[in-house]
């Protein structure tokens, strides 16, 4: 199904419409979010696998600048509607990016694994932390990019689509924020 | 969420322990995690937001519910489910107009314009009727959660997340719109439950709600209630305390008095609470919140010590989990005789059950006395094996006796008819 939906994308797009070819038109999002769905830079999420509602919510709040990151609301502000959920629904069909080889620090992994549990995260996101729908996977995601995320939720500096996370992150500490980003991008 | 951190927070803190409490019955004391990194306590307390609060830890039915995001983008026009909305034999449903994404609360305008607020865009759109042709345009952005809208006398009045404002010949200038003035802003900033819907009294007062900041909580005298303000924003007075949050009401044509759909708490059980219709018949009424829900239930966490007998009970209970949310007093001609003055209610739905209820508009027709007579399907086909194909949000008797419908998952309004119409939309 998704690998229909993808070649679907690729001839859709890459219509006489269009100048570029989709391959063209995606080349500087892969540049930062990785060529396989994993991303090498810092601060900036791995895409792979990602639920395709959440990345359509996404890319909508940033072209609708909902969601305030100059470089992406610069890259999408000329999408069409059309565009936005070709490059979710593509997204979704990239391999989801993969845990770090050691497994991590025991009791960082325990504590973070705790904070998940009492938190309720692994109710919405999921036991694995897949996502569901407009819920997004945030298994394996780097980690500097969880924690950044999660700071800027307990600030509400980052307004969600809606309000949920804000009042999710209220009572976190910065400390176990740490932990938490820990535990989430080495979970196996 | 500062606002309810002074005498109230201890108890508010005990009452989210408990409610995430299932392991240890016996504990007694809400123990503070200490802050020496140690391995965080089984049960401490969620956020008093939470939309977490009270679920069952060990219920894998329960781990799936959440709340439902609508999609961001506005269907299109001709992928719409209109062909799927069912209304008794007589009516018609048509699109009114769509490509407003997330569409949420409705006013009309003077001079038939159509006002339509959104609570997860920073957008109030107006549909404009000109010259026989409709058309749809954004007047106002940048605001944070502009759920409410309301009209009169030529000024469009609107609620954000934590603020009124007001924008006077509104329909003069919808071409270049001046930018709302602020009136009234004396408000908690709490995203739970802090979008509104606002409307104009007979009494030519502006009714603000606040709902409670979270699932089920303790909150102070700044929550949980519907004020009213004077239209520039002075005089804020509580005339109902006890409201969870309510998202819809309206002024009985007969007695003035004010009807409110009001959302039951969540994750308690599949079948109870049910969502409530309330009637304030004396200013300052209590309707039970968080101590007696559905008006016979007290609250398993903050129901120790009291008594549904102490609050005043819904005249109606419309449905577990159903989120009633937007009603209005039919007083229009077009309608057969028994539709006048009975309230035509949207339910968006359901997302805190196993089996989705709501997704439809009910009409509840009263008794003389004011007391409910009956409450049927009104319009339905919104909720299809189990999914949603759109979500009802407010309704709003045009001038012409039709009726309005804004659905949030599709970015729609839809128009109620009956009889033979000339159906001016073109379809």
């Known amino acids: 199904m998704r690998k229909t939906i993808a070649a679907l994308a690729l001839t859709l797009i890459a219509c006489p419409a269009n100048a570029e070819t989709f391959q063209e038109r995606l080349a500087p999002c892969l540049a930062c979010h990785g060529e396989k769905g994993q991303s090498e830079t810092e601060n900036t999420p791995s895409l792979g696998a990602q639920q395709a509602p959440y990345a359509l919510i996404q890319l909508f709040m940033f072209r609708e600048k909902l969601r305030v990151f100059e470089p992406m609301n610069e890259m999408t502000k000329a999408l069409t509607d059309d565009d936005l959920r070709t490059f979710s629904d593509f997204i979704a069909t990239m391999p989801k990016p993969v845990p770090p080889a050691e497994a991590g620090d025991p009791a960082r992994m325990q504590r973070g694994e705790a904070l998940g549990r009492q938190h309720r995260c692994n109710s919405c996101h999921n036991p694995d932390y897949s996502g569901k729908e407009n819920v997004p996977r945030i298994a394996n995601q780097r980690e500097d990019y969880l924690a950044k995320t999660l700071g800027e939720y307990k600030d509400n500096s980052r307004h969600g689509y809606d309000g949920s996370m804000a009042d999710v992150m209220a009572p976190v500490t910065p400390a176990q924020i740490a932990d938490l980003a820990y535990f989430i991008a080495r979970v196996r | ?427």
């Not at chain 2, 209630?225 to 002024?251: P, Y």
Request: hydrophobic share 40%; aromatic share 8%; proline share 8%.
């Open chain 2, 1 to 427: 969420m500062m606002s309810y951190s002074s005498a109230p927070r201890s108890l508010l803190l005990a009452g989210a322990f408990f409610g995430a409490l299932t392991l240890n019955a016996a504990a007694q004391q809400p123990a503070t995690p200490s802050a020496s990194g140690a391995a965080p306590a089984a049960a401490a307390p969620l956020p008093p937001g939470s939309p977490l609060i009270g679920r069952p830890a060990d219920s894998e039915a329960a781990a799936k519910l959440a709340p439902i995001a609508p999609p961001p983008l506005a269907t299109a026009p001709d992928k719409l489910p209109l062909a799927k909305l069912k209304v008794p034999a007589g009516f018609n449903v048509e699109v009114y107009a769509a490509g407003i994404a997330n569409a949420r609360s409705l006013a009309e305008g003077d001079k038939g314009t159509v006002f339509v607020g959104s609570r997860l865009l920073d957008k109030v759109t107006a549909i404009v009727n000109k010259d026989g042709k409709r058309s749809v345009k954004v007047i106002a952005s940048g605001l944070y959660r502009p759920n409410g809208v309301a009209f009169k006398n030529g000024t469009l009045y609107i609620a954000e997340l934590s603020q009124v404002s007001r924008i006077d010949k509104i329909e003069d200038n919808l071409d270049n719109p001046p930018k709302p003035t602020v009136i009234y802003k004396d408000l908690p900033k709490d995203e739970a439950h802090g979008w509104k819907f606002i409307a104009i009294g007979p009494d030519n007062k502006l009714y603000v709600p606040v709902g409670q900041p979270g699932n089920n909580v303790l909150h102070d005298d700044a929550h949980g209630q519907i004020r009213r303000i004077n239209l520039d924003g002075s005089g804020a007075e509580v005339i109902a305390r006890g409201v969870r949050n309510t998202v819809g009401f309206d002024w009985n044509p007969e007695s003035k008095q004010l009807y409110f759909t009001d959302n039951g708490r969540d994750w308690m059980s599949e079948d109870v609470p049910e969502d409530e219709l309330n009637r304030i018949t004396k200013v300052g009424e209590h309707f039970g919140a968080p101590y007696c829900l559905q008006g016979n239930i007290v609250d398993p966490e903050f129901g120790w010590g009291k008594s549904c007998s102490d609050y005043t009970a819904p005249v109606a209970l419309l449905g577990p989990h159903s989120a009633s949310l937007g009603m209005r007093f039919y007083t229009g001609s077009m309608f057969p005789k028994s539709y006048k003055n009975a309230i035509i209610l949207a339910r968006h739905g359901s997302w805190n059950r196993s089996k989705k209820v709501g997704g439809d508009l009910l009409v509840v027709r009263l008794n003389k006395d004011g007391s409910v007579k009956s409450t049927e399907p009104f319009l339905t086909g919104f909720l299809e094996d189990n999914k949603y194909v759109g979500r009802p949000v407010d309704v709003l008797q045009l001038k012409d006796g039709s009726i309005l419908v804004s659905d949030d998952w599709n970015g729609a309004v839809y128009r109620i008819t009956y009889g033979k119409q000339k159906v001016a939309a073109g379809k």
